[in-house]
T-cell receptor, first 113, second 117 residues
Framework: DARVTQTPRDKVTEMGQEVTMRCQPILGHNTVFWYRQTMMQGLELLAY????????DSGMPKDRFSAEMPDATLATLKIQPSEPRDSAVYFC???????????FGSGTRLTVV | AQSVTQPDIHITVSEGASLELRCNYSYGATPYLFWYVQSPGQGLQLLLKYFSGDTLVQGIKGFEAEFKRSQSSFNLRKPSVHWSDAAEYFC???????????????FGTGTQLKVEL
């Protein structure tokens, strides 16, 4: 089965450091999402792209988070500087547009100490 | 704005018993509805989805869900639960078509299923 690949699987970093999470969407999928999951907030949409163009990033703290798709095979989510409250599992998902039913990656578990 | 309510945070059932997980949504037009399952340490796996047509949809692992427009519900069911079904289940709603809002999904808070042997 085709998969969404996320790296790294786990990341522990110190407060103030830059963190970059990567996602390889399924080949042919034109929509990519970034979600954050925490116990308190559940699944929150951070940003999403269609055909590499950002459609909505209103869920992201603009001052420290940025999301990009340098090409169709790579999506990145950066946090600079990182803070302890950013500790969460970050999921990438991809799909083929109308109708949803997106495929999720296994997530990046971020711990900021 | 679209929203999803899963009223049950935890549910415990015995293996072999039937299961129903509740989901209520709020959306101004015909929604696209989904159920996902998440095992510990894993991503979300799509169980089933409803776009249009038959209101009873079949999914993987023996799950089904019924769309009831009058009740704004999309409850997930399984006739006989297996111990391996223990996981967290998420209902989600999305906008249809390539609208300005795109097809972003809004998730409920999840229902944790425990299966007693």
């Amino acid at each position: 089965d085709a998969r969404v690949t996320q790296t790294p699987r786990d990341k522990v970093t110190e407060m103030g450091q830059e963190v970059t999470m990567r996602c390889q969407p399924i080949l042919g999928h034109n929509t990519v999402f970034w979600y954050r999951q925490t116990m308190m907030q559940g699944l929150e949409l951070l940003a999403y792209f269609r055909n590499r163009a950002p459609l909505d990033d209103s869920g992201m703290p603009k001052d420290r988070f940025s999301a990009e798709m340098p090409d169709a095979t790579l999506a990145t989510l950066k946090i600079q500087p990182s803070e302890p409250r950013d500790s969460a599992v970050y999921f990438c998902a991809s799909g083929s547009g109308t109708g949803g039913g997106y495929t999720f990656g296994s997530g990046t578990r971020l711990t900021v100490v | 704005a679209q929203s999803v309510t899963q009223p049950d945070i935890h549910i415990t059932v015995s293996e072999g018993a039937s299961l129903e997980l509740r989901c209520n949504y709020s959306y101004g037009a015909t929604p696209y509805l989904f159920w996902y399952v998440q095992s510990p340490g894993q991503g979300l796996q799509l169980l089933l989805k409803y776009f249009s047509g038959d209101t009873l949809v079949q999914g993987i692992k023996g799950f089904e869900a019924e769309f009831k427009r009058s009740q704004s519900s999309f409850n997930l069911r399984k006739p006989s639960v297996h111990w391996s079904d223990a996981a967290e289940y998420f209902c989600a709603v999305g906008a249809g078509g390539l609208t300005g809002g795109g097809n972003k999904l809004t998730f409920g808070t999840g229902t944790q299923l425990k299966v007693e042997l």
